[in-house]
DNA sequence: AGAAATTTACTGCTATAGCGGTACTAATTA
DNA sequence: TAATTAGTACCGCTATAGCAGTAAATTTCT
């Protein structure tokens, strides 16, 4: 399961259970309809901000994981 | 810091830890150096496919998290 | 089964993402 | 200081993302 499937599969999973049809979820998050359907049937070349409109719709957050990531919060106490 | 700059500033801080100019990463991600440059000074309107190919030149992975995502394993034992 | 709603699947159109090339501007290093 | 490297900032070009509209297919509900 590659990062677009389980972005597809927890879109439309969210969706669903928030009881909303595609047309909905797309007027929520302000964007076209083909792009809801695009995007739960897998399509790769979605715009960042485009997906983050709907994950926010959805109340979908996301976090960026990295052996070293936790080292960028303390790098700004240099300062 | 909205999710973009968080994007931005992981992408830097990785490469520059992993002492790769945006040429090299560029390379490396099979994208163009453009795109890197863009990215790491906040452009919006990345493609998510492009971005998953930087994220994963520099092993950054991301997760999505909700209050019901966990939800979503388990709904495949139903089959 | 039939009706209504939803999803899927196309269409043409416009705006723009990504590309490599070039050039100027920092930085870095000798 | 001079030379090299890296970053920033444009350019024109091509491919395509996103859009609304339409319609067929599928699902849902009575």
Do not use: C, W, Y
Not at 49 to 64: E, H, M, Q, W
């Amino acid at each position: 399961m590659n990062n677009q499937n389980i972005i597809s599969k927890a879109i439309r999973f969210h969706r669903k259970k928030s009881g909303l049809t595609q047309k909905q979820l797309a007027e929520i998050a302000g964007v076209g309809k083909s792009v809801i359907f695009d995007i739960e049937n897998g399509k790769e070349t979605v715009q960042l901000d485009t997906l983050l409109k709907i994950l926010g719709a959805l109340n979908i957050s996301f976090r960026l994981e990295s052996p070293i990531i936790h080292l960028m919060e303390t790098e700004n106490e240099k300062s």
